[in-house]
């Protein structure tokens, strides 16, 4: 498959800049009680630095962080790298996960997530995510292919009260491209 590396978009956030939350309903990044509340800094490259704290909701077995959830935390580090560096949404085509070692509640998960190519409206990432700070061991590793879309494309099947919400409110989205 060929892909091009795009360049970073004149508009994508300045290297360090923290991310606010793409929609405020997310369950990633937004204000969802239990939801994964992850905090995003954008890398100087085609990468965003994520962290997602583990906690008592999340856990799938015992003290142990559910493994849908992580695959959650990494959808989102990397649906987010995409639109933060095109500048446009896209939407999850596929994502593989290796889960290479537990992820304990209470520990923090620290994710690299990186845009590495793109052909046509097929966007590809990948990100590792690390125990015990940004050096730590790798604990899960994701590949993602995300297909950007239109704004149209959630207005057409997002549920009707949601769509009039942000319609209404245009703030709860990050950007309308
Ligand atoms: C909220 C908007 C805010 C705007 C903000 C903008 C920027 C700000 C920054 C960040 C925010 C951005 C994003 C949000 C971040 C994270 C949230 C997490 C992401 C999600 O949680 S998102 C939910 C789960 N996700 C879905 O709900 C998708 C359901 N699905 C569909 O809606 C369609 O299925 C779609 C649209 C994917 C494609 O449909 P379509 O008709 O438009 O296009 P088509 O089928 O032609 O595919 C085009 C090319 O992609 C290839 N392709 C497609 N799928 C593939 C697959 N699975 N494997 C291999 N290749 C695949 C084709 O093979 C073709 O390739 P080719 O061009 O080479 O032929």
Redesign the pocket.
Known sequence: METELPPRHPEAPAPGTE?GP??AK?F??GEQPDGLHMRMVAGDGLYLDSTFKVLEAHQGAPGLAHGGLLVCAF??A???T???F?????????LDTDFLRPVPVDSVLHIRSTLDGV????VYVSADGRLDGPEGPIAVKARG???T?K?E??AK?GRASDIAAVTANPSM?????
């Open positions: 991310l793409h929609y997310c990633g990044c959808d989102e990397l649906g987010t995409a639109g933060t095109l500048r446009r949404p896209a939407v999850t085509g596929k052909a046509g409206r097929k292919l995300f297909v879309v704004l494309h959630f099947h989205l990050e950007v309308n491209p």
